[in-house]
Nanobody, 122 residues
């Protein structure tokens, strides 16, 4: 069974950058669509970005488009989310997920990591 572990979160000032990683074990990451989601306090979990099996199709939610970049290295069984120009409203727990359908619908993803906290504050 696929297991996902996120890392790279932390505290950053507005305008700063972070790079999140999602390492897979138990199965081949390259067999899955990878999505990044986030959940802020008191809000529902929302889709941020997703990437196709080969990495050639990328989707971004409007709030992060132009600031975040999703990528994957199937040889390393790892996916990434590069986050630039961070804003206070990006503060949330970020989750990576693996599924079979491209998109930002939570129910399309079968496997989830435990999340990593990203806090944007001065």
């Amino acid at each position: 069974q696929l297991q996902l572990v996120e890392s790279g979160g932390g505290l950053v000032q507005p305008g700063g950058s972070l790079r999140l990683s999602c390492v897979a074990s138990g199965d081949t990451l390259g067999s899955y669509i990878i999505g990044w989601f986030r959940q802020a306090p008191g809000k529902e979990r929302e889709g941020v970005s997703c990437i196709s099996l080969g990495g050639n199709a990328l989707t971004y939610a409007e709030p992060v488009r132009g600031r975040f970049t999703i990528s994957r290295d199937n040889a390393k069984n790892t996916a990434y989310l590069q986050m630039n120009s961070l804003k206070a409203e990006d503060t949330a727990v970020y989750y990576c997920a693996a599924g079979r359908r491209h998109g930002l619908v939570l129910d399309d993803y079968e496997y989830w990591g435990q999340g990593t906290q990203v806090t944007v504050s001065s």
